[in-house]
């Protein structure tokens, strides 16, 4: 299955290590069935039972994985199935971060690039215990036969891009309370989950990280949580992550459209 990738564990308490085991594999498709999204039904079946690859675990933590030289020609990604990981930019003394979760494929390996002009540095960390599938070279191979497969792989990187400017873009709000909203509403159309009491977002955010994704700072952020809690447009579930009421901002409902103006 190609060539694994070497995993190192941190000092205990310190930082997260990820456990492989030769035996641990998984199968993608029954996993993602959306991946075979234009696969013919009988093909889709097959694939589904047959193609497995190597899962990946990460403990909550700091995330630093080595790679084994050669083990990542022609690797197409990681692909998340589960769990949270956050990856935090630092830049001229400032940190920005952005959520990643099921669905997304990712390339921890490719960083920011040594030569910029100017310095910035990049880590990983798991919110949740978080499963990876590892789609090497010998994935790639066998799944070559179907565009639409990797069609839809390269869409995930497409999402997560336009997740991005999602999130930019609500950084140029000016209320902090219609920022944190805005937020947690956009985190919660790509993972919520409608439940009787509101829409969760099963992501373990704390002030700090909210401020990181609204480029505010953590007082601030704390301040609006503590509005819109008052207000009844959300309420916080330790480590389970958010509860949404309400209609989104969108409507024009649960943010006054004076506190979104720009």
């Not at 998984?26 to 696969?39: A, C, I, K």
């Not at 047959?50 to 022609?74: C, F, K, N, Y």
């Not at 690039?113 to 540095?121: H, I, Q, Y």
């Amino acid at each position: 299955m190609g060539v694994a990738p070497h995993l190192t564990r941190e000092h205990a308490g310190q930082s997260a290590s990820m456990h492989f085991a030769h035996s641990d594999v998984v199968r993608v498709f029954e996993r993602d069935p959306d991946l075979l999204e234009g696969v013919e039904a009988s093909t889709a079946a097959t694939l589904r039972a047959q193609i497995v690859t190597r899962r990946l675990h990460v403990d909550p933590g700091s995330w630093h994985p080595a790679w084994a030289d050669g083990a990542l020609e022609g690797h197409l990604g990681l692909l998340v199935l589960d769990g949270v990981l956050v990856r935090t930019l630092r830049l001229v003394g400032r940190e920005c971060s952005e959520i990643v979760g099921p669905g997304d494929l990712i390339r921890p390996w490719d960083g920011e690039a040594p030569d910029e002009s100017v310095p910035a540095a990049s880590q990983w960390r798991a919110l949740q215990t978080t499963t990876l599938a590892s789609l090497d070279a010998h994935f790639a191979l066998r799944i070559a036969r179907w565009p639409t497969i990797a069609s839809a792989l390269l869409a995930r990187g497409t999402q997560r891009c336009r997740s991005l400017v999602h999130q930019a873009t609500i950084a140029h709000v000016r209320n902090a309370d219609a920022r944190v909203l805005l937020v947690l509403w956009h985190l919660a159309d790509r993972w919520g989950r409608v439940t009787p009491n509101g829409i969760l977002v099963p992501v373990p955010l704390t002030h700090r990280l909210l401020a990181q994704l609204t480029c505010l700072q953590r007082p601030t952020v704390s301040s609006a949580v503590g509005q819109l809690s008052q207000q009844g447009q959300l309420t916080r579930l330790s480590e389970r992550g958010w509860l949404l009421h309400g209609e989104p901002p969108a409507s024009g409902v649960a943010v006054p459209p004076q506190l979104a103006a720009a």
